[in-house]
């Protein structure tokens, strides 16, 4: 499968922003997908991931509470709408797939084998 993000760009603070993740591929509706976002200087983190089938959710404790994901199968795209960003939101959003992963490593970047190409998010104050 074939990962492409969109929907970066600058934010004020407090601001929202729609993130896109569009799959191309056979069976998409088998792939677990996350999002993880990279700042400069910091390593790699789970911001939430969406599972295969039913589409269980998952997120990390940079979004509870702030971003919400879904998909579509239909279309192919997951989406992470972000609510009340923050300035250390500021990063690289990389939107990752893996086929019928495991429920124990959904938030581990390792397992998964298909990146898009990342979306930068600036919030400023």
């Known amino acids: 499968v074939q990962l492409q993000a969109s929907g970066g760009g600058l934010v004020q603070a407090g601001g929202s922003r729609r993130l896109s993740c569009s799959a191309s591929?056979?069976?998409?509706?088998?792939?677990?997908v996350a999002w993880f976002r990279q700042a400069p200087g910091k390593a790699r983190e789970f911001v939430s991931a969406?599972?295969?089938?039913?589409?269980?959710?998952y997120y990390g404790d940079v979004a509870k509470g702030r971003f919400t994901i879904s998909r579509d199968n239909d279309k192919k795209i997951v989406y992470l709408q972000m609510n009340s960003l923050e300035t250390e939101d500021t990063a690289v959003y990389f939107c990752?797939?893996?086929?019928?992963?495991?429920?124990?490593?959904?938030?581990?970047?390792?397992?998964?084998?298909?990146w898009g190409q990342g979306t930068q998010v600036t919030v400023s104050s």
């Open positions: 990752a797939a893996a086929s019928l992963l495991h429920d124990d490593y959904y938030d581990t970047d390792q397992y998964y084998n298909f």
């Open positions: 591929g056979r069976a998409f509706i088998n792939y677990t």
């Open positions: 969406v599972k295969y089938g039913l589409g269980t959710k």
